[in-house]
């Protein structure tokens, strides 16, 4: 397993997920900057979360114009499982990776706390290592997380189980307490809380490294 991390100016949780994936797989993960053109051999790539060129025009917005992301977008249209936190996900959203845009919260509010998650779909490859309706633990740190799609598009995730994990108390006013999207092709999967800020007891629980490891031997 090669997984990357995509490092762009102003992530603040590419390191975080780098000691996640170190932990999961026993070896660092390279660290790419987003104005390389190439991606090395990779298996895994990770788009962390932080607040890119500091949300300025829109959240990932710029970001997702990055030399690097063409790179990306390759890789994730042949199949390399690719994963978006926080600000990840809106990049996600803003590359055209996944369905929708994320909004500002709905109390215009920035959260920041723990917040319990339902898994709602166990077969796909990011949430294999859970079972359909467990709950998980996961901290939540945005101003823009507050997920929207049309009617039709929402109908569509539901139908096709594409909705990965749900808020059980919403924090921010997503539609249909979406907290987590995964694309048509199951390989892409963007989601607003941190699983890798919970992957210890001395950070408050192990939830994060057991997503962590499902989905790295989903994806080995």
Not at 129 to 134: K, L, P, S, V, Y
Not at 172 to 200: K, Q, T
Request: proline fraction near 6%.
């Amino acid at each position: 397993m090669k997984p990357a991390v995509i490092v762009f100016p102003a992530s603040n949780c590419d390191r975080d997920v780098a000691v996640a994936l170190e932990q999961a797989t026993g070896k660092a993960p390279a660290m790419v900057w987003h104005g390389d053109s190439d991606l090395p051999e990779t298996d895994f790539i990770v788009l962390p979360g932080g607040f890119s060129y500091g949300d300025y025009l829109r959240s990932g917005a710029m970001a997702a114009k990055s030399p690097i992301m063409k790179s990306v977008i390759d890789k994730a249209n042949a199949g390399t499982p690719v994963l978006g936190i926080c600000n990840g996900f809106q990049i996600l959203c803003e590359s055209g990776l996944l369905p929708g845009a994320l909004l500002r919260n709905k109390s215009l509010n920035f959260v920041c706390r723990t917040v319990t998650l339902r898994v709602e779909n166990s077969q796909s490859m990011f949430t294999s290592g859970f079972e359909n309706g467990q709950f998980v633990n996961y901290p939540v740190a945005h101003h823009d997380g507050n997920y929207f799609a049309d009617d039709e598009t929402l109908d569509r995730l539901e139908s096709d189980g594409r909705i990965a994990f749900r808020y059980v108390d919403n924090p921010n006013g997503s539609a249909h307490d979406i907290a987590g999207v995964i694309n048509d092709a199951g390989n892409v999967l963007g989601m607003m809380p941190h699983p890798e800020r919970m992957i210890s007891p001395l950070l408050g629980g192990m939830d994060g490294a057991a997503f962590f490891k499902g989905v790295l031997d989903a994806a080995a």
